[in-house]
């Protein structure tokens, strides 16, 4: 059964940090390119970060350039999202996905609420 399953989301001031995890199972984990998207209130889903299956690119949205950080640790199935300098306009639950590009098979967690708000 396949699974990604986030955490890490809460409340958090601006200019504060948070790290996101997505524990993934039941798929070979190494074998995906793995990225965050977010979602806000009448907001249309935006891919936030993108990395490689074998962690050799990553690419991010031009609205956290500078500010998050994916990374990923194959031994352990796990993709992290770093976020710091957030900024209210961050607020938003925070989904990770895995895609195969050979198979087109893609898979989503349910997602972790992010609230930066003073």
């Known amino acids: 059964q396949v699974q990604l399953v986030e955490s890490g989301g809460g409340l958090v001031q601006p200019g504060g940090s948070l790290r996101l995890s997505c524990a993934a199972s039941?798929?070979?984990?190494?074998?995906?390119?793995m990225s965050w998207y977010r979602q806000a209130p009448g907001k249309e889903r935006e891919r936030v970060a993108r990395?490689?299956?074998?962690?050799?690119?990553?690419n991010y949205a031009d609205s956290v350039k500078g500010r998050f950080t994916i990374s990923r640790d194959n031994a352990k199935n796990t993709v992290y999202l770093q976020m710091n300098s957030l900024k209210p306009e961050d607020t938003a639950v925070y989904h990770c996905?895995?895609?195969?590009?050979?198979?087109?098979?893609?898979?989503w967690g349910q997602g972790t609420q992010v609230t930066v708000s003073s």
């Open positions: 039941g798929f070979t984990f190494s074998s995906y390119a």
């Open positions: 996905n895995a895609h195969n590009y050979y198979n087109n098979y893609s898979y």
């Open positions: 990395m490689q299956s074998d962690g050799g690119s990553t």
